[in-house]
C-alpha cells in the first residue's frame, strides 16, 4: 500500500511537470517526450503492483455504451406508447446528427429566428451579443498584427435572388421608404463587368 501511495505521488507530481512543460514554449520536444515517457512508464508500474489503470483525481469515469440495439427499443418503444410528446426539449442527440441538434439548440434557445430568404437568418440579442464579442477579440488580434479591417456584406447569388423576390411580398431589389421592408442591394456589376 505504501509503494502504491508512492508511485501516486511520483505521477502526479510528473503530471504536473507534463502539464508544464506543455504550457511552456521555450521548452524543447526532447524534453517534453521525456517527460512524457517518464509519466507513461510510472503509470505502467501502478498498473503492475496495483492490477488497475491509474485514475487521475477528479478524473471523468468513462460512460459505459450503451449498445445501438438498446436505444432502437427505447425509441420504438416512446413512439409504441402513444402519448404525445412534447416539443420543448431538444429532440435529437449530438451524437447522432450534429447539425440537426445545433440548429435545435440555437432555435429553441431563441439565438436565432430564420428569414424568409433560404440561407439568411437574424441574429436575436443575445446572440448578436456573443457576436460582438468574437468581432472585438478578432479585431484587437488583426490590429496587432498590423492588418487593415474590411468588410465583406452579405452576397446571394442572383438566381436565389430571383427565385425570393417572386415568393416574398415586400421583396424589393432596390432601396425603399417602408419601414421594416426587406432590403436589398441588387449588385449586378462590378465596373465593367457583369456579376
Known sequence: MAKELEIEEQIVAQGDLVRQLKGDASASEDVKKEAIDKLLRLKLTYKEITGKEYAA??????KEKKPAAEKQEKKQDAKADG???TKLGIEISKDENY???????ITKAEMIEYYDVSGCYVL???SYAIWESIQAW????IKKLGV???YFPMFVSNAALEREKTHIADFAPEVTEQ???SFVAWVTRAGSSDL
Open 99 to 105: 447539425s440537426e441538434w445545433y440548429g435545435q439548440v
Open 148 to 150: 487593415k479591417n474590411c
Open 83 to 85: 402519448k404525445k410528446q
Open 138 to 141: 478578432f479585431d484587437s488580434g
Open 57 to 62: 483525481p477528479g478524473g471523468r469515469k468513462q
Open 179 to 181: 419601414p421594416y421592408s
Open 124 to 126: 436575436r440579442p443575445w
